[in-house]
């Protein structure tokens, strides 16, 4: 059976572009795939803590000496980290805020960015552990990064999206992009329109 991740971060909620365009596409994923079930996190309504100095004493404790604020902490980490890892894909939608992603997206990566389960360092250097599984990034903003835009270089969530999954293992990632939005280049129904379409064409193909 195939499990679909669905992490959505937007604090738009149900109005945000990026959380209807990746519900759609995680959706069609499960249609095409018969007994597929998702799995949805949605971090605008139950965000992870950001880390600090506790959650950092906790990862590297043994478990009898943790408090109970620190294995609580860890609890909902590896709860978060084993969504990842038994996922066959994953869909992740963001907002494009100040130029990056949301906090709240931020924070699950730091959670799901765990040494020894997501990743290892070895002596040819960094192994991703959450290998074989596909992802789609739907990405919204109201200006336009993509296609040589001259506004690319201010684009942080990306190429950082890029980066931390592929150093999880995850390199078969694809970007839907809604771009635009509110800007009046366009309608932004036209927008939306075209990436609901985008995400209608999607295959549950996970990576080699």
């Known amino acids: ?19 209807r365009v990746a519900k759609e596409l995680a959706g069609n994923l499960q249609a095409k795939a018969p007994g597929a079930t998702i799995v949805h996190r949605d971090l605008a309504a139950d965000p992870l803590p950001h880390i600090g ?26 709860a978060a980290t084993n969504e990842l890892l038994a996922a066959d894909a994953v869909v992740i939608a963001a907002g494009l805020i100040n130029f990056a992603i949301p906090s709240t997206l931020k924070s699950w990566f730091d959670h799901v ?11 040819e250097g960094p192994e991703g552990l959450a290998k074989g599984k596909k992802v789609y990034v739907v990405i919204a903003s109201t ?12 684009d942080n969530a990306r190429p950082y999206l890029k980066t931390i999954l592929a150093f999880m293992g995850m390199t078969d990632v694809d970007f839907v992009n809604i771009e635009g939005v509110g800007l009046g280049l366009e309608p932004d129904e036209e927008i939306l329109q075209r990436a609901l379409g985008a995400a209608n064409g999607v295959e ?3 990576a080699a």
Request: charged residues 20%; positive net charge.
């Open 1 to 19: 059976m195939s499990k679909i991740l669905l992490v959505t971060s937007s604090p738009r909620g149900e109005a945000s572009y990026s959380t």
């Open 53 to 78: 100095s506790q959650f950092a004493t906790a990862v590297k404790a043994p478990a009898d000496r943790l408090t109970e604020k620190q294995a609580k902490l860890l609890a909902g980490s590896d």
């Open 113 to 123: 960015a765990r040494a020894h389960k997501t990743f290892r360092y070895t002596a």
């Open 143 to 154: 200006g336009i990064y993509t296609n040589g835009s001259p506004a690319a270089p201010l």
């Open 204 to 206: 549950l193909s996970t």
